[in-house]
């Protein structure tokens, strides 16, 4: 079985036990330089984080079916690249769902998803978002330097916020 | 006076089009044209490139059926080595093949069309959508996303990954299936069979308000194309060529999808990126014809598994002959979601499906390959050439929307010329010329060779060519 099947059993598992439970979620193209920041930074997080309360995921983009993994969440937290801002600079939202419509075929926006896992499961977890903005989204797999700058940052950032949440860090 | 309408982009469908009306002095429309504007280009730069590349170069084309690029490349690249793969690998390739068509139909029914199947074409827009959907009918919706994601599922836990997965080689596949992994499938089956049960049972009695659809909805004869295996059966990994008119008779049969060459003509139009293959026999445009879910139940005398063949003898009863309206790929796509999960099962139930022997290795021994399998959306082949290097010199992709575009280009007229009269363009009138679109589930990114995000220009030009309206959706 591979990392993914492995982790669909532990959040299966957590979901019967009615554990707290964490998903984070990290997108864009890690081949499109700054692009890839959330995927990085998913990466980052996945060895520090108890792995039975969290599941950290990359993706190139979200869909639809996430709204299923969103509805056993208590905290869903999204990181992605800017294409605006001052480059390096991130930012925290607290988001609420919002229907977007025709967007949803390909790719819905966070809040999109949120709405699409309220009318679909009920699901109404915690949510927010960090983004960094980037500067280069040039084919390439490594960051600027504002960016690469930015990515311990955001980290620890979640990493705070996993741990108030009562969702276990393991390292940090 | 003449007009003509252009929609532009048209949306739900994937990648990049817009849609040409000409209308005469009578306000009735003349002539419509399907304009894929986006080129992907793959048949060119794949040039140069080791063949052992292609399946994972190949299957970039596209972020929805990448398994079946990955697959129909890496048998052409099996007839560059001349082998005969392991069972246990045919097998397994079958089972990622049938959970591609799962997760594709289940993205093509739930998240594009059900928002018109269930709201209505006259719906709000606002509200003709997934969430809508999710709203109306959360059951509906909430099994729309859990088929998906069994399909996806599948295809992760045999390839790695949802997306773009690596695991079909030329030769094979490069891993075994594990106990483990075969009872993890094995038990998600249950689920994806009541889901799927429900929702055929919820659209047989919906269909029946759509009549009209049904009536002008790319409802013409024409010839149906698809692999059959067996005589009777859609041969989705392999089989060969038939080729059935609109009364059912089977027009040409036992073709080698290999020799593809000497059956199927390509003409390209001025207007579109899209190409447009044809039955040589019967010359261009003459040798329309189609491919994918309607066509393959039309050309098969049964699926092969005890619950899809109950619903086979009930779609087959829609018409004698074949089953003409394309409105029905959407309960053909349905019925193939059923087959696909049953044989799954069969398959995993296979005493050989855990052999270990999974690849087998050559060197060059042809310098051309040829990969035909049936895609979610239609018959896909697959034609490489190499050097005594193994360096691709030439390819030639034929994508299941290439094989519809003419009969797609001939739903849009019949759609338009029964719905746009006069000079008012409604948005029921729009989307009904993307719903006859949308009933093909194209894959413009596929067949082109552009980052899909699909949009609909609909314009009205005169017979000088002059534009007189223009209803554009983003």
Redesign the interface.
């Known amino acids: 079985m591979n990392g993914n099947g492995q982790r669909d059993l532990i959040r299966d598992a957590a979901a019967a036990a009615l554990l707290p439970r964490a998903l984070v979620i990290g997108y864009g193209n890690p081949l499109r330089s700054d692009d890839g920041i959330g995927w990085r930074v998913a990466q980052d997080l996945r060895g520090r984080v108890d792995a039975s309360r969290i599941e950290v995921m990359e993706c190139q983009q979200l869909t639809p079916e996430m709204a299923e993994q969103i509805r056993t969440a208590g905290l869903v937290v999204f990181v992605d690249a800017a294409a605006q801002g001052a480059p390096g600079e991130w930012r925290h939202h607290r988001l609420r769902a919002e229907d977007s419509g025709n967007a949803l075929s390909h790719g819905p926006t966070p809040a999109a998803l949120l709405a699409l896992a309220a009318d679909l499961y009920g699901a109404a977890p915690e949510v927010h978002l960090f983004t960094v903005s980037g500067i280069s989204f040039h084919y390439g797999e490594s960051f600027s330097p504002e960016v690469t700058q930015a990515l311990p940052r955001v980290v620890a950032e979640i990493e705070k916020l996993l741990r108030a949440s009562g969702c276990g860090i393991t390292a940090g | 006076m003449t007009r003509t309408i252009i929609i532009d982009p048209v ?2 469908l994937e990648g990049h089009a817009r849609i040409t009306l000409q209308t005469n002095g009578e306000g009735e429309v003349d002539s419509a044209r399907f304009h894929v504007t986006q080129l992907r280009g793959f048949e060119k730069f794949c040039e140069g490139r080791p063949y052992y590349e292609m399946p994972m170069l190949m299957s970039r084309i596209c ?1 929805i059926c990448p398994v079946s690029h990955l697959i129909t490349s890496a048998k052409a690249c099996d007839a560059i080595l001349a082998v005969r793969i392991p069972p246990t690998a045919a097998k397994l390739r079958r089972i990622l093949n049938l959970a591609q068509i799962i997760q594709s139909h289940a ?1 093509s029914f739930f ?2 069309s059900s928002p018109d199947l269930l709201l209505g074409m006259d719906a709000d ?2 509200e003709r ?3 809508g959907v ?2 109306a009918n ?1 059951e509906l ?2 099994g ?3 088929l ?2 069994f399909g ?2 599948v295809i ?2 045999l390839g ?2 949802r ?1 773009h997965p690596g695991w079909v080689i030329p030769g094979g596949v490069n891993a075994p299936l ?1 106990g ?2 075969r009872d ?1 499938i094995l038990a998600m089956i249950p689920e994806a069979l009541s889901i799927t049960q429900k929702t055929l049972a919820w659209y047989k009695i919906r269909f029946e308000s759509f009549r009209e659809e049904i009536r002008t909805f790319a409802n013409f004869p024409s010839l149906f194309m698809g692999l059959v295996t067996g005589t009777e059966r859609p041969g989705y990994y392999d089989g060969k060529i038939r080729f059935m008119d609109a009364t059912g008779k089977i027009v040409a049969d036992n073709l080698d999808p290999a020799k593809y060459t000497e059956y199927i003509g390509e003409e390209v139009e001025p207007s579109t990126f899209l190409k447009s293959p044809y039955y040589k026999p019967l010359g261009y445009p003459k040798g329309i014809y189609r491919v994918g879910p309607l066509a393959r139940l039309n050309l098969s005398e049964r699926c092969g598994t005890p619950l899809a063949d109950q619903e086979w003898v009930e779609f087959r009863s829609l018409e004698r002959g074949a089953v003409l309206s394309s409105f029905h790929y959407h309960y053909a796509r349905l019925i193939e979601i059923l087959h696909s999960i049953e044989r799954i099962h069969a398959l995993l139930d296979d005493s050989e499906i855990l052999g270990t022997h999974v690849r087998a290795t050559a060197s060059i021994n042809s310098l051309e390959g040829i990969g035909a399998s049936e895609a979610p959306r239609g018959t896909l082949m697959h034609h490489y050439r190499v050097n005594e290097e193994g360096l691709i010199t030439w390819a030639n992709l034929i994508i299941a929307t290439g094989h519809n575009n003419l009969a797609m280009n001939r739903g849009i007229l019949q759609v338009a010329r029964h719905y746009v009269h006069g000079d008012k363009l409604t948005d029921g009138i729009l989307n009904r010329v993307e719903a006859v679109i949308r009933a093909f589930d194209p894959c413009l990114s596929c067949s082109t060779h552009a980052v ?3 949009g609909i220009d609909l314009r009205l030009v005169n017979p000088a060519g002059d534009l007189l309206d223009r209803a554009t959706r983003q």
């Open positions: 949306t739900r972020g993205l998240y594009l827009p606002a959508n997934l969430f999710a709203r959360p919706g909430r729309g996303v859990r998906r994601q996806q599922q992760e836990l790695g990954k997306i594990s483990q992994t993890r899909g995000q699909m």
